[in-house]
């Protein structure tokens, strides 16, 4: 199968081209800013048609949480506008499409597990234009899954794991929020899990929840991560009060992924994720010294 992966250089995207090998049936077309605007609808039906796309995986978006309460209309170019022509051509040219969606699209006061069927509602402008991207997608008519996923690390890009380990270096004691909980999601294994959905083939439009499995905080995340290093580094427990930020967060963002799961994939304990992920950083700074 062809597929088409956009935001290529972001931390998803990367681990796409990781796990190119992995799954040689497959040709991974990696593609990303500037030589392909997901809002640019001719610039990708090119990409489609040159290298006849059969899948498409939205990877791109626009993340940055806080700034985007401000920046409010490049967000939603990228996170409604790109979707929604993602989408069109996806009907046009008769191709699934995969489009990640975030825990942010719900409004994080639950105490549960959150199901795909839940009531939304996104508490930051961040939150309302993946939702809206997400309705654009839907409403399209194309084969699309929308995963949505949350705490998304990896050996790759910016990401709350690389920052506690840079921090590391910097500091000998970090204060870290208490009052968020929810799951940490290991990129590489959510990319594995959505090959493993492409060829299985998509009909019809669904919405999945993905992220590893267990409960933590980002606290207690942050004090694996250093017990896993061997670091000796205090991690003081703090409230979210004390560290207002323009966008608010979800206290609870917990997804539940016994339907993802219907559909074989498995799913790892996220310390068990962890651990690999900690392994292949160890790996890439043995090779670049």
Known sequence: MNILVTGAKGQLG?????????YPEHKFILTDMPEADITDAVCIENFIKENNA??????????AVDKA?????????INI?????????????????VHISTDYVFDGGNCRPLHENDPTGPSSVYGRTKLDGEIAVKESGCDAAIIRTAWLYSEFGNNFVKTMLR???????LSVVYDQVGTPTYAVDLAEAIVILLGKGINGCEIYHYSNEGVTSWFDFSRK?????????????????????PAKRPAYS?????????????VPYWEESLKECLKSIKSQQNVAI
């Open 14 to 22: 990367c681990c796409f081209r990781k796990l190119s090998s992995d």
């Open 54 to 63: 059969e899948a498409i995986v939205n990877c791109a978006a626009y993340t």
């Open 69 to 77: 309460e401000t920046d409010i209309e490049l967000c939603g170019k």
């Open 81 to 97: 506008e790109g979707p929604r022509t993602l989408a069109s051509l996806a009907v046009k040219y008769k191709i699934s499409l």
């Open 167 to 173: 921090l590391s270096k910097e500091r000998d004691s």
């Open 225 to 245: 991560i250093f017990e896993l290093e061997n670091l000796n580094i205090k991690v003081c427990p703090v409230e979210s009060d004390q560290y207002p930020t």
């Open 254 to 266: 917990v997804l539940s992924k016994n339907k993802i799961k219907t559909q074989g994939i498995d």
